[in-house]
């Protein structure tokens, strides 16, 4: 069993690179996605700046973390794939996730091109180009410097989120040595 982690900011290129490996792998590839574990209803959190109150995605507290480390350990302890994918926010953050992985991934992205995409992704989903910028400004850049960036120390690599395919060649090579795939 190979575990790749993978971590980084909102909108950096996480679930896509998952997503491109798990296609290059097919059946012998699981990805477990963090952003399935939020609890519903969502819990909130006050702007440390401003003191207004947000719905919360960027903490671990967002997360049913019982449940997805049961599903995580259930795949890792499973015959049914040679390669576990976890991704999201805080795959290098959470020690439990962090200790079992045999490539660590943090996905870089400038903090400008990730709002770029965060607003086209949310305005998608009906909300205004205000409520993304605000959100982003009051809490999500404010959750990013306190608790995903300093998780790239753990990365194994660091990687563009912008690169592509050559992400997911340079990936797949080292994983395929390892694996003997």
Request: aromatic residues 10%.
């Amino acid at each position: 069993m190979f575990v790749i982690g993978i971590a980084g900011g909102t909108c950096s290129g996480k679930s896509t690179l998952s997503e491109k490996l798990a296609e290059r792998y097919g059946d012998a590839c699981r990805v477990i996605h963090m952003d399935a574990y939020f609890r519903r209803p969502f819990i909130s959190t006050i702007a440390p700046i401003t003191g207004r109150e947000y719905v919360e995605h960027n903490h671990p507290d967002a997360l049913l973390l019982d449940d997805m480390k049961r599903d995580f350990e259930a795949a890792l302890s499973s015959d049914e794939h040679d390669i576990v994918i976890i991704e999201g926010l805080f795959a290098l953050y959470l020690d439990w996730i962090r200790n079992r992985c045999d490539l660590k991934i943090f996905v870089d992205l400038d903090s400008d091109e990730r709002l770029v995409r965060r607003i086209r992704r949310f305005q998608e989903r009906g909300q205004t180009f205000d409520e993304i910028t605000d959100r982003y400004i009051d809490t999500v850049r404010f959750r990013h410097n306190e608790l995903i960036e300093p998780t790239r120390w753990h990365a194994d690599l660091v990687i563009n989120g912008n690169a592509g395919e050559k992400s997911v060649n340079v990936i797949a090579a080292y994983t395929d040595r390892i694996t003997g795939r």
